[in-house]
């Protein structure tokens, strides 16, 4: 708690740590530590469940996000509520495998604008 009170008032440390990972890792020359994409860090939550979801963290062009994406919503309700998935009749997205993500992960940005 006295750490997160330091970062929200920007005190000692705190003010390095409220710069995020990204700056963090790089004011102590060691930027390979850093997790993320585009100085973004990777959400909480883990997406090895979600192919899709990963692979839109590592593409999307706002970096480590699944807001633009959204490859996670067709994957995880499996059912066809998306233009993009209708238009190349996928009738099923499993989101253990690989299989139409890249497809997906590129078309639905595009759609979704």
């Given amino acids: 708690v006295e750490l997160t009170e330091k970062i929200a008032l920007r005190e000692g440390f705190g003010d390095v740590l409220a710069e995020g990972a ?16 585009k100085g973004q860090e990777f959400p909480s939550y883990d997406p090895r469940g979600l192919q899709g979801m ?4 590592a593409t999307q ?6 807001i633009r994406g959204e490859v996670q919503d067709v994957s995880l309700y ?9 238009d190349r009749n996928i009738e099923k997205v499993d989101p253990l495998t690989w299989e139409d993500k890249p497809l997906l992960t590129k078309e639905i940005p595009a759609f979704s604008g």
Avoid: I, Q
């Fill in 22 to 37: 990204y700056r963090l890792a790089e004011k102590y020359g060691h930027p390979e530590f850093f997790m993320g994409v």
């Fill in 54 to 57: 990963a692979l839109g963290y």
């Fill in 61 to 66: 062009s706002r970096g480590a996000d699944h």
């Fill in 78 to 86: 499996g059912v066809n509520t998306w233009r993009v998935t209708r």
